[in-house]
């Protein structure tokens, strides 16, 4: 996760933005330690199937 957020925020290095070092810094503290194999069977990015809606014929109209 270390290796991804500095990738994402390596703006950083070269602008100095206070607010978005506070950001990174919050996230880092936040999220400071991996999840386990545990814990990421649990994880749903797409959110749960009970809340998805499928019309019968999306892309007609």
């Not at 749960?48 to 019309?55: A, N, W």
């Amino acid at each position: 996760m270390e290796k991804a957020l500095k990738l994402l925020f390596d703006f950083q290095r070269f602008e100095k933005n206070k607010e978005l070092e506070s950001t990174i810094n919050k996230t880092m503290d936040n999220y400071s330690e991996a999840l386990s194999d545990d814990q990421l069977e649990q994880v749903a990015a797409a959110g749960s199937p009970e809340q998805l809606k499928v019309e019968d014929e999306p892309y007609k109209k």
